[in-house]
């Protein structure tokens, strides 16, 4: 079974300034999908960014990027110029190829952003 | 994007009630639902996968006969929690995944937060 670890319960970071934000998946598959899901205070999840595991470029969307390393089965995501809009629960979650799958999770990090 | 739209986002009902949830995805047909619960500051935790016109499949510990899940159609799936006690007490969110083409993210409903007093 697929995993996702991500070791960082809380973060900060000053407003305007860049974050990273750590995952490490466990999987036997050679295709699959990543994500990272941010949930505010109303609980909404919200897709931040995706990355299909056989494309070898790093995904961006705007201020949001990640660091994909398939080989060490990491994907963190940076956030730059962050902003106090940025603050929530970001997921990072592991998807099989198949789109009848459903997402597994990490534990998630609380993203502060001090002004 | 696609969107998930769930019913009620807040609930509080009496120890003993059911209480049913619905999940709906307005804009495109979803053979497949997914039923997530969580915990204050925790994750989303598995709870069952809905299949239209067959039966739910519950993920290890989950009962089915306390979380009765329903997929009549290609585009609503209910949630009933049965008997309710306030250990059932959660957010419990929906989502549902476009199957066509390269658009393979989760799309999630509003959630749901019931309440057992």
């Known amino acids: 079974a697929q995993t996702v670890t991500q070791s960082q319960p809380e973060m900060s970071v000053q407003e305007a300034e860049t974050v990273t934000l750590s995952c490490t998946y466990d999987?036997?598959?050679?295709?699959?999908?990543l994500f990272w899901y941010k949930q505010p205070p109303s609980r909404q999840m919200i897709l931040v960014i995706r990355?299909?595991?056989?494309?070898?470029q790093n995904a961006t969307e705007n201020r949001f990027s990640v660091n994909f390393q398939k080989a060490a089965k990491s994907f963190s995501l940076k956030i730059s110029d962050s902003q106090l809009g940025d603050a929530a629960m970001y997921f990072c979650?592991?998807?099989?190829?198949?789109?009848?799958?459903?997402?597994?999770f990490g534990k998630g990090t609380r993203l502060s952003v001090i002004a | 994007g696609a969107v998930v739209s769930q019913h009620p986002s807040r609930v509080i009902c009496k120890s003993g009630t059911s209480v049913k949830i619905e999940c709906r995805s307005l804009?495109?047909?979803?053979?497949?639902m997914f039923w997530y619960r969580q915990f204050p500051k925790q994750s989303l935790m598995l709870m069952a996968t809905?299949?239209?016109?067959?039966?739910?499949?519950?993920e290890q510990g989950v009962e089915k006969d306390k979380f009765l899940i329903n997929h009549a159609s290609l585009t609503l799936s209910t949630l009933t929690v049965t008997s309710a006690h306030p250990e059932d007490s959660s957010f419990y969110i929906c989502?549902?995944?476009?199957?066509?083409?390269?658009?393979?993210?989760?799309?999630f409903g509003q959630g749901t937060r019931l309440t057992v007093v």
């Open positions: 989502s549902a995944r476009v199957e066509a083409g390269l658009n393979t993210e989760a799309f």
């Open positions: 999987t036997s598959e050679s295709d699959y999908y």
């Open positions: 990355q299909e595991a056989y494309k070898q």
């Open positions: 979650a592991y998807s099989s190829y198949s789109g009848n799958t459903p997402l597994v």
């Open positions: 804009d495109f047909q979803a053979t497949t």
């Open positions: 809905s299949n239209e016109g067959s039966k739910a499949t519950y």
